[in-house]
């Protein structure tokens, strides 16, 4: 491997990238194709109205609606974010010796990064984002 | 590993501090709610003794190889200065940050004309974005990496907007916020991209290995390109000329006791920042003790330019709020001199870098005092209930006659901002000459003087207005803050202003200390080159030292 850079001296090296655009296209094309040839045609008022993420589009523009949904939607984002988190700690977990007295300071800081999702559940829990009233 | 953690255990205190004042913040009980600044003080006392511990210096690295894991050893005994700095002046800013948010629902609700309602209160969020910044500040001064400093400016930065814009319920907050923020994701963008080149141009994203980088290479166009926007963007964050429109807009958009974090926080971010670049180019250039000479070129014309600007546009200001932003930025230029200066022959009265670090502490507390004061003026309540903010020198009009102890913190605060010999400013303004006059840098040194004595124009208004005018009848009534630790905040700073001019001889030490700057990882410096005079800063330092 005399190059640095794979992929300049060997096309072949885009093929599963090709394949998996290819699949994708695919897909994307054979639902629609799919869905011309299999599926129901019911037209209707509601269902020919512009979509505009499940609210009415006719109307005022100014309409209240719950923020509560956010704020759902960012306690996920810090679950998930944890998760991603935690997958490069366990990768590295593993190539710890057996027996070796950092895995107990590796479990220690893990548990300590966990412990602050919790005080961001517990934050949203007292500002009362679980509460559906 | 292990031992880079235990440079963190000051962020790490604050930072469970952080959580603790997000949870009880947001209790039923009032007497819950109100611990959230008592605790917040205590985790910076917290932090403040466990960053004295902080023993400076990582194994410094000798011969070719750097080290990539070594730490932050550009300038490494300033991890601890700087934490500590940052914990004391934090516990001031905290004394003025009392009754900020949620004045008016915690009114309602102990009227009994609302329940708790924990959407609506802002108290937990708000102190833990205090702190949030304030970690954020103290991880910049331990970055030994462009990513970690990219992370931890943001970290400064990020809360202070939503600060700014949550500060008072006035439309002007919210504007200020909106356009802080804009302004400020333009700075972020303008140094990452400088950082991208850098990295581009080195090879590294460690500053060590640039560092050795460019001691060993010189300084590249394509990374002294980088370095110029890296500089740039940070220029927002000291509010320094090309990107200080904000400032004066912001400063008067958000509660007076905002803007104080504000003129303290993101500065001593930037200036962490610029020394830490600045360093990674070195003072090694030129006669053998100046940066490079693009590079010094620009942050002198920055450095001139900003002092001017900020004093000339703070004439034109009647809104003491405005002339303060406009001194702020004008200080950013004095600061920028000693950063043009470098570390000279490392003493106290020649180090550029130990001028920068001791003026930080300087402006910092004098700093706290002026805007102190206005945070603890009230005007007449609006229509939502929240008392008017005193802006305009008017309402400033016989202080002295009317609240004694305010309006001579003012005077005492502001006088020291002027730079008048027996207080804090002085001081801190002379290692900042002396340091450029024994860098060669005259003509800076010439600027510099002519800005002093500009400032003293606005300055002395302020003063005047407070001390010699009598107390104006007729517009609206200027009463005190019900909130105690305010006025104690403004006090604490103004004691600090005469204390510390007599008894800073430890802080003038620490500051020498925390400057050590090592240009020669790779090339051991050469001694000071004949020419650049040697006497002037000698010939000072003992004058100096009888002022104490």
């Not at chain 2, 504000?262 to 030129?286: D, E, N, Q």
Request: proline share 5%; charged share 10%; with cysteine.
């Amino acid at each position: 491997m005399d190059s640095p850079i794979l992929a300049t001296t060997d096309l072949s090296s885009y093929l599963p990238i090709v394949l998996v655009v290819l699949m994708a296209v695919g897909f994307a094309m054979a639902n629609i194709v799919l869905t011309m040839l299999l599926g129901p045609r019911r037209a209707g008022r509601t269902k020919g109205m512009t979509y505009e993420a499940g609210m009415n589009p006719v109307g005022t523009a100014r309409k209240r609606f719950n923020v509560r949904f956010y704020l759902i939607a960012m306690v996920f984002l810090v679950f998930d974010v944890e998760i991603i988190f935690l997958y490069p700690w366990a990768s590295t977990f593993a190539n710890l010796a057996p027996g070796s007295d950092q895995s107990l300071v590796w479990l220690v800081r893990i548990l300590f990064f966990l412990f602050t999702t919790v005080v961001a559940y517990l934050y949203g829990f007292r500002k009362g984002v679980f509460k559906f009233d | 590993m292990m031992e880079r953690v235990t440079y963190l255990y000051p962020e790490i205190a604050l930072f469970i501090t952080t959580c603790i004042v997000m949870i009880v913040g947001l209790s039923r009980e009032l007497k819950h709610r109100k611990l959230c600044a008592p605790i917040s003080g205590l985790g910076l006392l917290a932090a403040g003794v466990l960053a004295t511990g902080l023993v400076p210096g990582f194994h410094v690295a000798t011969g070719a190889e750097v080290d990539p894991t070594a730490g932050q050893i550009l300038l490494p005994n300033l991890v601890p200065y700087a934490k500590v700095l940052v914990a004391g002046v934090g516990i001031l800013l905290l004394l003025l940050q009392a009754g900020t948010v949620d004045r008016v629902e915690e009114a309602r609700i102990a009227s009994g004309r609302a329940a708790f309602n924990p959407l609506r209160s802002n108290r937990a969020e708000y102190y833990a974005f205090f702190l949030f910044s304030l970690t954020g500040l103290m991880l910049c001064a331990s970055a030994d990496d462009l990513i970690w400093l990219f992370l931890a400016l943001e970290l400064t930065s990020l809360p202070t907007y939503i600060m700014v814009t949550m500060s008072t319920s006035r439309h002007s907050s919210q504007e200020a916020g909106v356009k802080y923020f804009f302004l400020g994701a333009l700075g972020a963008a303008v140094f990452l991209y400088g950082f991208t080149l850098l990295y581009g141009a080195t090879g590294s994203t460690n500053l060590n290995q640039i560092h050795h980088a460019i001691a060993a290479g010189g300084l590249s166009g394509l990374s002294l390109a980088g370095m110029l926007l890296a500089l740039l963007g940070v220029c927002f964050k000291i509010a320094a000329v090309p990107m200080h429109f904000y400032t004066a807009d912001v400063y008067q958009g958000a509660a007076s006791s905002v803007s104080a974090f504000l003129a303290f926080v993101p500065k001593t971010a930037g200036f962490i920042a610029i020394l830490l670049l600045a360093s990674c180019a070195g003072w090694t250039h030129g006669a053998g003790d100046s940066l490079p000479d693009a590079l010094r070129t620009v942050l002198w014309v920055i450095a001139a330019l900003t002092m001017t600007v900020g004093n000339v546009l703070a004439i034109w200001q009647n809104s003491v709020k405005r002339i303060l932003a406009y001194s702020s930025i004008a200080h950013s230029g004095y600061m920028l001199v000693g950063v043009v200066a470098g570390p000279g022959g490392g003493t106290f009265a020649t180090s550029g870098i130990a001028a920068v670090l001791f003026y930080l502490l300087c402006y910092g507390v004098m700093n706290i005092g002026t805007f102190g004061v206005l945070a603890c003026l009230e005007g007449r309540a609006g229509a939502d209930g929240e008392p008017a903010e005193i802006e305009s020198l008017d309402d400033l009009r016989g202080l002295c006659q009317r609240h004694p102890v305010l309006g001579w913190t003012m005077v005492i605060c502001t006088l020291s901002l002027l730079g008048l010999p027996p207080l804090l400013g002085f001081f801190g303004k002379v290692p900042l000459f002396t340091s450029a006059i024994s860098a060669g840098e005259i003509p800076l040194v010439v600027v510099l003087g002519l800005n002093s004595a500009i400032a003293a124009f606005y300055y002395l208004r302020i003063v005047g207005s407070c001390l010699l005018e009598k107390p104006e009848t007729t517009t609206g009534i200027v009463r005190v803050t019900p909130f105690g630790s305010r006025p104690a905040g403004a006090l604490a700073s103004a004691a600090g202003v005469i204390v510390l001019a007599i008894f800073g001889n430890g802080f003038m030490a620490a500051s020498e200390k925390a400057a050590a700057y090592d240009g020669g990882h790779v090339e051991k410096k050469e001694p000071r080159a004949a020419g650049v005079p040697e006497t002037a800063p000698q010939a000072l330092g003992p004058a100096k030292a009888e002022g104490h």
